[in-house]
């Protein structure tokens, strides 16, 4: 028996890691694909197969995309690409409304050369998307947020709340809103 000789090459361990993360229940990554729906078609369940489609495009480093993000592997959906690019393609990815243009808040930070996590952060404060990527980054403890009609820094407000400074800092950056974090009642998110 005649095989294809690709065991152990980059471009066999993304197809095997893809059957193994939408086929196998006991995959840690599985909840995110085979366990929400995503598959991988018929004829790429054979190597050779997956090879034919895809192996022309495939360069060292590449990573496979589904172009959008909720449908299977298939020829159509996916394609080789950056692991930056990729990220920017998961169905988690944020997007803002700039200036008309609806770009995601990565790429728009990478086009401002503004820090992404300082910007979403700022965005979770209840700043301005204008005043979140042109604001510079401050010390920690020196960030101003307005609430109850008074200016704070994340450090006096936390204060104020009878919360350490780290504690409201961890609510913000799960996603909670600063009423949420500041009246916490426990929820998780």
């Known amino acids: 028996m005649k095989t294809h000789g690709m065991f152990g090459t980059?471009?066999?361990?993304?197809?095997s890691a893809m059957l193994y993360r939408c086929r196998n229940p006991n995959a840690q990554a599985y909840k995110n694909y085979g366990g929400r729906g995503v598959g991988v078609c018929d004829r790429w369940l054979k190597f050779e197969l997956f090879y034919e489609d895809m192996g022309s495009g495939h360069w060292d480093g590449a990573e496979i995309d589904r172009i959008d993000p909720n449908g299977d592997y298939t020829p159509e959906n996916c394609r080789w690409t950056t692991a930056t690019e990729n990220a920017r393609n998961r169905r988690n990815a944020i997007f803002v409304e700039y200036r008309g243009e609806r770009i995601s808040l990565a790429d728009l930070c990478a086009d401002?050369?503004?820090?992404?996590?300082?910007?979403?952060?700022?965005?979770?404060?209840?700043?301005?998307?204008?005043r979140a990527l042109s604001a510079p980054v401050q010390r920690r403890g020196t960030t101003q947020v307005a609430y109850g009609g008074r200016t704070y820094t994340i450090r006096q407000l936390a204060r104020e709340?009878?919360?350490?400074?780290?504690?409201?800092?961890?609510?913000?950056?799960?996603?909670h809103s600063l009423d949420e974090s500041l009246n916490w009642k426990g929820q998780t998110k």
């Open 161 to 175: 709340a009878g919360l350490t400074e780290n504690t409201l800092r961890g609510r913000l950056r799960r996603g």
């Open 10 to 15: 980059p471009i066999y361990s993304s197809w």
């Open 112 to 130: 401002r050369g503004a820090s992404r996590p300082h910007v979403l952060s700022r965005l979770r404060l209840g700043w301005s998307l204008e």
